[in-house]
């Protein structure tokens, strides 16, 4: 880039704690909050935000399109289930980090019953999530209910 490509009339953005997008499409018991995306902001390649999943819960199974998910853990006990018939899983804890290609059906669940499974999760281009046929919890080795 040369020093005529800069742009000097751009200005960062900030969102400030209580202003996040709450409209974000979520699955289930997986809520989702945009601190930088389209919604509201001139972001037009990323996603970033905070996922939660109250004790016991988890997503719908889902994918996210065209989109490549990373994902850190702050607080909790995470595990993502995929695979034939979700069979397969990896377990997360705090200072974890995930990477989900896009179009892989998954699960997200709070392994915990007590404690609220918090990350932080960016995606491109977008936060495109498609929620799938809901499963049977008993399918979902290891899950119990809060």
Not at 127 to 139: G, H, M, Q
């Amino acid at each position: 880039m040369t020093e005529n490509e800069l742009r000097w009339d751009r200005v960062p953005q900030v969102t400030r704690s209580g202003e996040e997008d709450t409209h974000t499409m979520s699955s289930g018991g997986c809520i989702r909050v945009s601190g930088v995306g389209p919604q509201h902001t001139e972001a037009t390649k990323i996603w970033f935000g905070q996922v939660s999943n109250e004790p016991g819960y988890r997503s719908l199974p889902h994918h996210h399109g065209e989109a490549e998910t990373g994902g850190y853990v702050l607080r909790g006990t995470a595990r993502i289930y995929f695979g034939e018939d979700y069979a397969e899983y990896l377990d997360m804890k705090p200072g974890d980090w995930v990477f989900v290609p896009p179009f892989m059906p998954h699960v997200e669940a709070n392994m915990s019953t007590t404690e609220e499974l918090v990350w932080l999760t960016t995606r491109t281009p977008d936060n495109i999530v498609i929620n799938l046929d809901e499963v049977d919890d008993a399918i979902l080795e290891g899950f119990r209910r809060a």
